[in-house]
């Protein structure tokens, strides 16, 4: 059971947007950052969204993040077939004596 | 970019110690932390713990008495060991560097070596 709540997963057909959810509570989100990965079978995981909202050097402006109390999402506008991947949500968690708690994956499927 | 690169054998033997290095290709491994998570068959990803320059190591509580971590920074190199394995620690293992900074609930996990799938069987 993680500790972050995402959906299973999302479809969608080319040029789409969909939106993955990340929902946490007060201890992990609320009070930290956010952080997004996407993961593909024998590729290196890629940094796609960090600190809520921002976008690395080379991340296509397609992708965007946001946060609003306990939950934030990642939003895929122009889908495209090459975004079929699974999806992560990341962040600190003040409880204990902190930890980084991650959600459970979403697999994108582009129909 | 930076470049990381695990290495250990592929199959470890349940109860024994599983051990991990990892390479990486940054000039200098000081102001970031170094960290370790594993994606195991079908679950998602796990934090095993994060270790900076000096040593100061954070472990994942859920784990912490079975894992170790440890740097070298004049090899540019960072191990895991995980002991008393299980079936349960199979599972494809990445060393992953942080963004800069010193506060470890401030950073992101930046960069990611590719990963070694590590196999507990008898």
């Known amino acids: 059971q993680s500790v972050l709540t995402q959906p299973p997963s999302v479809s969608g057909t080319p040029g789409q947007k969909i939106t993955i959810s990340c929902s946490g509570d007060s201890s992990n989100i609320r009070s930290n950052s956010v952080h997004w990965y996407q993961l593909i079978a024998g590729e290196a995981p890629r940094l796609l969204i960090h600190d809520d909202d921002q976008r690395p050097s080379g991340v296509p402006d397609r992708f965007s993040g946001s946060k609003s109390g306990t939950s934030a999402s990642l939003a895929i506008s122009g889908l495209r077939s090459e975004d079929e991947a699974d999806y992560y949500c990341v962040s600190w968690d003040d409880a204990l004596s902190g930890l980084w708690v991650f959600g459970g994956g979403t697999k994108v499927t582009v129909l | 970019q930076v470049q990381l690169q695990e290495s250990g054998p592929g199959e470890v033997k349940p109860s024994e110690t599983l051990s991990l290095t990892c390479s990486v290709s940054?000039?200098?491994?000081?102001?970031?932390?170094w960290n370790w998570l594993r994606q195991s068959q079908g679950k998602g990803l796990e934090w095993l713990g994060s270790i900076n320059h000096r040593g100061t190591t954070n472990y994942n509580p859920s784990l912490k008495s079975r894992v170790t971590m440890s740097i070298d920074t004049s090899k540019k190199e960072f191990s895991l060991s995980l002991s008393s394995v299980t079936a349960a620690d199979t599972a494809v293992y990445y060393c992953?560097?942080?963004?800069?900074?010193?506060?470890?609930?401030?950073?992101?996990?930046?960069?990611w070596g590719q990963g070694i799938q590590v196999t507990v069987s008898s």
């Open positions: 992953v560097r942080g963004s800069v900074g010193v506060l470890i609930r401030l950073q992101h996990f930046q960069y």
């Open positions: 940054d000039d200098s491994m000081r102001g970031t932390f």
